[in-house]
């Protein structure tokens, strides 16, 4: 959108050169186009502040994940909690108790732990599927989602995730929920993501304020590839929809969905590094970015790859 703005003020700016070496016969006029570039002007200055860097690290935040919803909005986790990008607007965490209340507005526990989801060190992957429903998951595997990317606020969910193994990445397929782990493999939760999920689902909690699904919880399917195996990310597969992409600390793999069977790319040296992050747009290859080696470029059916080296700063 902000190229599309510029390419059209770009435009604008030539055209308008062209009109004044014809058409510069008064002062006037000469003063009316100097006010018209400047607008110009202006519009650029304002537009290149857009990209002006947020001094997060001078701040002491650590910023963790981008996500951009299917409104619109961006949503960037950090070591502070949730913030969130609209247009121009750019807001921080909200604060919110999370406790449940009665019918006559008083807690439904009497011994209620105040805690600020989304204004703590918590949130640690986000998700939205084709329902728009968005999911977000904390640092103890406690799920919570809101009806869609733009809505603040958050709901309890109907997965009861055990609080070990860590969670380091949840993905929406086609209103199923994906969950990788740091060292056991990944999970799968059939229609997770769809909004009839919510339709007998019923939200409780413990004495110690700790909410689960009390009816209608989802079933947890483990996937294990190997032991010890940790999933950093998901990306479908460009032409074959029965295809996922995982990012591993064994390298690249395949899953199909149908079969259930996990495949690492051929070659000896596939294995030895692991996949953070995973691109698929193009068909038959495939970029993604790896912690030892800098980021990779592979064709498929070539099985050619070639690495792009970078520096590790951490």
């Not at 904390?138 to 809101?146: E, G, S, T, V, Y």
């Not at 199909?256 to 590094?273: E, H, L, M």
Request: charged share 20%; with cysteine.
């Amino acid at each position: 959108m902000i190229t599309t703005k510029l390419e059209r003020l770009t435009a604008n700016f030539l055209t308008l050169n062209y009109v004044e070496l014809i058409s510069f016969k008064t002062e006037m006029m000469l003063k009316r186009t100097i006010l018209l570039l400047l607008g110009i002007s202006l519009n650029f200055l304002a537009i290149g502040q857009y990209f002006k860097r947020f001094p997060f690290d001078s701040l002491g935040i650590t910023p963790y994940e981008l996500y951009v919803t299917k409104e619109g909005v961006t949503h960037m986790t950090s070591s502070i909690g949730m913030w969130r990008l609209k247009g121009r607007e750019f807001s921080g965490p909200s604060i919110s108790t999370g406790i449940m209340y009665d019918d006559k507005g008083n807690p439904i526990h009497s011994k209620v732990k105040i805690r600020q989801y989304t204004a703590e060190d918590s949130v640690r992957s986000m998700a939205q599927g084709a329902d728009s429903i968005f999911y977000f998951v904390l640092q103890d595997n406690l799920f919570l989602w809101r009806p869609n990317g733009e809505t603040g606020g958050w709901g309890w969910s109907p997965i009861n995730f055990p609080k070990q193994p860590r969670i380091t990445k949840i993905w929406i397929d086609d209103g199923n929920l994906y969950v990788g782990t740091a060292n056991d493999n990944f999970f799968f939760i059939k229609d997770a993501a769809r909004t009839k999920t919510w339709t007998d689902f019923k939200a409780g909690a413990d004495k110690d304020s700790n909410y689960f699904a009390v009816s209608g919880a989802k079933k947890i399917e483990q996937i294990i590839i190997q032991p010890g195996t940790g999933v950093y990310s998901f990306s479908p597969d460009a032409s074959d929809k029965n295809r996922v992409w995982l990012g591993t600390n064994r390298g690249l793999l395949s899953y199909d969905k149908q079969s259930g069977k996990v495949t690492p790319i051929s070659g000896k040296d596939r294995n030895d590094f692991t996949v953070t992050e995973i691109y698929t747009g193009e068909q038959g290859n495939i970029w993604f970015s790896t912690m030892e080696k800098g980021m990779e470029y592979t064709i498929l059916l070539t099985k050619r790859c070639s690495f792009i080296p970078t520096k590790n700063k951490s």
